[in-house]
């Protein structure tokens, strides 16, 4: 296993690599099936990884936020 990350800017950013390499791989899934049931399936999976990185970058904003003394 790789050596932990220093900070959480790099896990941030390992993670949204992974999760890139997912949706590419089921949009060319998405792309290339014929079956509807499938089709339907790699969809869910393309707006799972879509969600998942969409979350990642809010996560990231709301951790990198210092907090404020008078909260």
């Given at each position: 296993?790789?050596?932990?990350p220093a900070d959480l800017t790099s896990v941030f950013h390992r993670l949204n690599?992974?999760?890139?390499?997912?949706?590419?791989?089921?949009?060319?899934?998405?792309?290339?099936?014929?079956?509807?049931?499938?089709?339907?399936?790699?969809?869910?999976?393309?707006?799972?990884?879509?969600?998942?990185?969409?979350?990642?970058?809010?996560?990231?904003?709301?951790?990198?936020?210092?907090?404020?003394?008078?909260?």
């Open positions: 296993m790789d050596a932990p690599n992974q999760l890139g390499i997912i949706l590419a791989n089921a949009e060319l899934l998405e792309a290339r099936l014929t079956e509807e049931g499938q089709r339907a399936r790699a969809s869910q999976v393309v707006s799972g990884a879509l969600e998942a990185i969409s979350t990642i970058q809010q996560l990231h904003t709301l951790v990198g936020q210092r907090p404020s003394a008078d909260r």
